[in-house]
């Protein structure tokens, strides 16, 4: 999940706020609401560059294997779009 990326991201890169997170007793809800809020825009993201590219259920019912390859395409830009605006700074 992204929450458990970012939870090795902290551990490695940002040891101190790992570790004030743990002992306050925040780490879990910081994880489990980052996790969300990741998961939000990662699914906002395909929907909006799918319409923007024209990755219709129509495309789909046309030719399956060039709207995987499209749709692969959109979930991997998003994918990086999000790590690198959420999980990893």
């Known amino acids: 999940t992204w929450g458990q990326r970012h939870l090795r991201y902290l551990k490695e890169h940002h ?3 790992y570790a004030n997170l743990l ?3 925040k780490l879990n809800d910081y994880l489990a609401d980052l996790n969300e809020q990741a998961e939000e ?3 906002r993201l395909v929907k909006q560059m799918a319409e923007a590219e024209g990755v219709t259920e129509a495309l789909k019912a046309e030719n399956q294997m060039l709207w995987v390859q499209k749709m692969n395409n959109l979930r991997n830009a998003a994918m990086e779009i999000v790590s690198n605006e959420l999980i990893y700074r």
């Open 23 to 25: 002992t306050i007793g």
């Open 15 to 17: 040891r101190v706020r």
């Open 41 to 43: 825009l990662f699914l």
